[in-house]
Nanobody, 121 residues
Framework: QVQLVESGGGLVQAGGSLRLSCAAS????????LGWFRQAPGKERELVAA????????YLAASVKGRFTISRDNAKNTVYLQMNSLKPEDTAVYYC??????????????WGQGAQVTVSS
């Protein structure tokens, strides 16, 4: 009932910036919390950032706090992840995700297909 499509991944040098976008659609999208996970080879998938459906409550992982910003535009049903001061350890597949009841997060109900982000030294 919620479909998620990521865009904006790519290759960037350390210290650079990227912005990921996720377009959400479906019957239940209007009241979903939205977030971003990432998974590197050999690592567990981790929650990077999340935002409640009205945008009042947000979460950022300690490893990205001060560098990444999550925001959403409900008129466009889109969530963004602005990534600044990127480090090689940020290299991962980034997944957009939706939580029907999170404030800002509880458990993931829907996943996007993933977008590769590679940060070179």
């Amino acid at each position: 009932q919620v479909q998620l499509v990521e865009s904006g991944g790519g290759l960037v040098q350390a210290g650079g910036s990227l912005r990921l976008s996720c377009a959400a659609s479906g019957r239940l999208v209007s009241n979903c919390a939205l977030g971003w996970f990432r998974q590197a080879p050999g690592k567990e998938r981790e929650l990077v950032a999340a935002i409640s459906w009205k945008g009042a409550n947000t979460y950022l992982a300690a490893s990205v706090k001060g560098r990444f910003t999550i925001s959403r535009d409900n008129a466009k049903n889109t969530v963004y992840l602005q990534m600044n001061s990127l480090k090689p350890e940020d290299t991962a597949v980034y997944y957009c995700a939706a939580d029907l009841y999170g404030d800002p997060w509880g458990a993931t109900d829907f996943w996007g297909q993933g977008a590769q982000v590679t940060v070179s030294s």
